[in-house]
């Protein structure tokens, strides 16, 4: 980023990511987003990815912030995690924010470190008491210490826990409700873990606090089968929306209007053009919804 | 044991049970579950691996890599959210894998992607501009106090194999078929601008930028790389540095008064 459009940034009040959608930044694109400037809401970059000292990295993300609106999001602040945050990574979040004045900042209802080890996972929680402590004390630490709110976003899942004593959305809406973080609503991660749990994704949404809702999430899943031989979907981010997922996402449109939508595609990345039809679809429907 | 503890031990070691205190909805063994999680960590960081080490994969094939890195995430699991820098220590752990053996340049061509891939992510630092730098050594009285810095994405390496040769048969078709990796190559590793680029210099430019990168004058460099190769050529070292933008620097060396 060249020094005056930093400043650009940072002297304007950055606002909240606009209400259309958006597309996950992937490195194999850098340079057709720049040479194209396609028509879209904003991208979002995982943090981590760019916690490095320079290069090619820093140096398209910058051009492409100078252009775009940018949304961050943690994969590896293990929000759920047993022990402490790690303030090293914290610091460098910070570090982050700064740079590129995100418009939005999020991270997942997940561990993914235990003690010395990262599991590179996003891991599931006991919804229990004591685990709904550590993570509101755990948010309440990131918002502090970053100085923003931030968005919490609802996990995939594929287990459940004997301990647990609270349904997820029961304990989502009380972390969101005792920290004041947004919902960041993954419509994929609501349908994977619904019917990896028999659960009717629409009672699920119902149960959200929806009033919260800061983001959307689409994605694609892939699909397997567990020791009884029903569906297992896991949440791979590695193929196109599904249809059922477009349907559920037009219903929770019609519930909170429109929202900023991201794109995600972390695995398979094909041509940019085919993710930009995916984020055309989703500003198709944002139309629908829109006064 | 904490639920976690039991929870990442069960992850890492793949023939160990899935953990106590799981169940699924449906009455499904909650272990054919598990193992989404369990496969999840054990291939995205497989994944990290044969992207970072692309050559590496070339040299074993893809099976050979992937059952040796499944070996290396199991006895070395990332320490950082930061997965450009998992694999850190993968060169060393190929050099003590005896089924390696039979290939036995893949250490040192592991660790000169490394080198590629810490270049990459380096630290920005503007380079001199090239007309100054021959100005400046060619003006210099007491060229030999004179101390050069170095990019922070430049790095070295020795290896008793042509490393530099086989690494660059790897990029082009057809590259192989002229190749001769049994003899010793230096490597020069430096971003210019965006781009990593790979040279193979001899041992004597090697101990000379080591040298200098410990902070040596360049008297003291030269010292050093003759040393190391009585054939050292320091004009063609110092030609190479400044064309691909490799000095950020010129310090005169501070006299301390008594």
């Not at chain 1, 051009?63 to 949304?71: C, E, F, W």
């Not at chain 2, 496969?39 to 497989?46: K, R, Y």
């Not at chain 2, 790897?170 to 192989?176: D, I």
């Not at chain 2, 009585?230 to 008064?257: G, P, R, Y």
């Amino acid at each position: 980023m060249t020094p005056s459009s930093l400043q650009a940034v940072s002297q304007a009040q950055v606002p909240g990511l606009p209400r259309r959608a958006g597309l996950g930044l992937k490195h194999e694109h850098f340079v057709e987003v720049l040479e194209t400037s396609p028509d879209i809401g904003f991208f979002e970059v995982h943090a981590e990815n760019y916690m490095v000292a320079g290069g090619p990295f820093h140096h398209y993300l910058g051009l492409i912030r100078a252009q775009y609106p940018l949304s961050l999001h943690g994969v590896g602040l293990s929000i759920g995690g047993e022990g402490p945050l790690n303030p090293e990574h914290l610091a460098r979040l910070a570090t982050l924010i700064e740079r590129y004045q995100p418009h939005s900042f999020s991270e997942h209802l997940a561990w993914s470190s235990h003690g010395p080890v990262f599991l590179n996972d996003l891991l599931p929680l006991a919804y229990d008491n004591a685990t709904l402590q550590r993570v509101c004390e755990h948010v309440d630490q990131v918002q502090s210490s970053l100085k923003r709110t931030m968005l919490l976003e609802n996990p995939s899942t594929y287990l459940q826990f004997q301990r647990s004593t609270l349904d997820e959305t029961d304990f989502i809406s009380e972390v969101i409700r005792r920290t004041g973080c947004g919902l960041l609503l993954d419509v994929n991660n609501v349908y994977v873990s619904c019917i990896n749990h028999q659960r009717n994704p629409l009672s699920y949404l119902e149960a959200l606090p929806l009033h919260a809702v800061g983001e959307i999430h689409l994605a694609g899943f892939a699909e397997d089968t567990d020791s009884l031989g029903d569906r297992l979907l896991i949440d791979d981010h590695g193929a196109p929306i599904d249809n059922a997922v477009w349907q559920l996402y037009e219903k929770v449109l019609a519930q909170v209007g429109p929202m900023p939508t991201l794109i995600e595609r972390d695995n398979q990345v094909p041509a940019f053009s085919v993710l930009l039809a995916e984020a055309q679809q989703a500003q198709w429907h944002l139309a629908q919804v829109s006064p | 044991m904490s639920l976690h503890d039991d929870f990442s031990a069960a992850l890492l070691a793949p023939h160990q049970p899935c953990p106590d205190g799981l169940f699924s909805s449906n009455g499904a063994d909650p272990a054919s579950r598990f193992s989404v999680h369990r496969n999840t960590v054990h291939s995205s960081l497989i994944n990290a691996l044969a992207t970072a080490y692309p050559v590496t994969l070339q040299l074993v094939g893809e099976a050979f890599f992937r059952a040796m890195a499944s070996l290396y995430v199991q006895a070395h699991p990332p320490t950082s959210p930061l997965m450009s820098e998992y694999g850190d220590t993968l060169a060393e752990f190929i050099h003590g894998f005896e089924p390696a053996q039979s290939v036995p340049y893949l250490a040192d061509v592991a660790r000169l992607e490394r080198l590629r891939v810490r270049a990459y992510h380096a630290a920005d630092c503007q380079a001199l501009d090239q007309q100054a730098v021959l100005q400046t050594l060619q003006g210099q009285a007491n060229l030999g106090t004179l101390r050069l810095q170095l990019h922070p994405s430049l790095a070295t390496l020795n290896s008793p194999y042509a490393v530099v040769a086989v690494w660059a048969a790897h990029q082009t078709e057809g590259g192989l078929a002229t190749l001769n990796p049994w003899h010793a190559q230096g490597a020069l590793v430096v971003r210019q601008g965006l781009e990593v680029k790979v040279f193979a210099i001899d041992p004597g430019s090697v101990a000379f930028i080591n040298s200098l990168g410990r902070g040596n004058a360049l008297e003291k460099a030269v010292e050093h790389a003759l040393d190391a190769s009585a054939e050292f050529d320091l004009h063609q070292c110092l030609t190479l540095l400044i064309a691909h933008n490799a000095l950020t620097h010129l310090h005169l060396e501070q006299k301390v008064s008594p």
